[in-house]
């Protein structure tokens, strides 16, 4: 790369990262008019139009891309994301391994690759590349997260919540795993601690059902119905289909009168 494009291409990736999606797409395609096999740019303009929605163009692109450096993690990822827009799971997963075996490997391509794996149930090799990207990235709290789900869906219920307090560590305002904690509080009969996390994770989120539900159910195992019963119809004003809201949410209505 020359120093006229490199100068190029900075002020592309400075409005690629501002969000300006357009306006990084057209210097792109203007480095690629003076370096017609400029790998970087080829990817990077794959990157916009997959972004764009026209994940077709971001194959094509990211395929050229790839030809002139078949070894690149994040090409491989970029062409990953392609084929799963356009549904080419079997290829997705390829080039997601691919980029998670790369010689600089990407924690985003065993995470992409984990993901596809879950979504088809196959939760222990769902497990091992998820436990390959927070290798790959251990500061990342998304992966330890992810990991900690997975490990909960085997049942090792134990190492799961060994991730989720990881996960808090690198994220202590992270939602989610606020309410996993909270959920194993809670069978454990620890209500107030419970309690505290559920706390957390509406302050953090108030949307989710779930994590309204936890905060009720915590409320009822500590004792107190009416603070309980007002969690519970929240829980159940979010997501009228909860049996289990529904259900505690009437029992504690008929208690109180």
């Known amino acids: 790369m020359g120093a006229a494009t490199a100068e190029m291409m900075k002020r592309a990736l400075r409005r690629h990262r501002a969000g300006k999606v357009a306006e990084a797409a057209e210097i792109y395609g203007e480095i690629l008019t003076i370096e017609p096999h400029n790998a970087e740019a080829l990817h990077l303009l794959g990157l916009t139009r997959l972004q764009d929605g026209d994940a077709q163009q971001a194959v094509d692109l990211a395929s050229k891309a790839l030809e002139l450096s078949p070894s690149s993690a994040d090409f ?40 596809l794996l879950a979504e088809e149930g196959e939760r222990a090799d769902a497990a091992k590349w998820f436990k390959r990207a927070v290798d790959l990235d251990p500061f990342k709290a998304a992966y330890q997260l992810q990991l900690g789900k997975a490990l909960l869906a085997l049942g090792e219920e134990a190492a799961a919540e060994g991730r989720f307090k990881k996960t808090l560590a690198l994220d202590p305002i992270n939602a989610e795993a606020h309410a996993r904690l909270g959920f194993f509080l809670l069978k454990r009969g620890e209500a107030g601690k419970a309690i505290a996390e559920f706390d957390q994770a509406v302050a953090a989120d108030p949307k989710p059902a779930e994590y309204h539900k936890g905060l009720g159910l915590s409320w009822l195992s500590f004792g107190d119905p009416e603070e309980a019963a007002a969690h519970l119809e929240k829980a159940a004003e979010i997501d009228p289909l909860d049996a289990e809201s529904q259900s505690q949410l009437a029992l504690l209505r008929k208690e109180l009168g």
């Open 76 to 115: 491989h990822n970029t062409l990953g994301e392609a084929h799963r827009a356009l549904g080419n799971v079997d290829s997705a997963k390829g080039h997601f391994r691919a980029s998670a075996e790369a010689p600089r490997p990407s924690g985003e391509g065993a995470s992409n690759l984990a993901q």
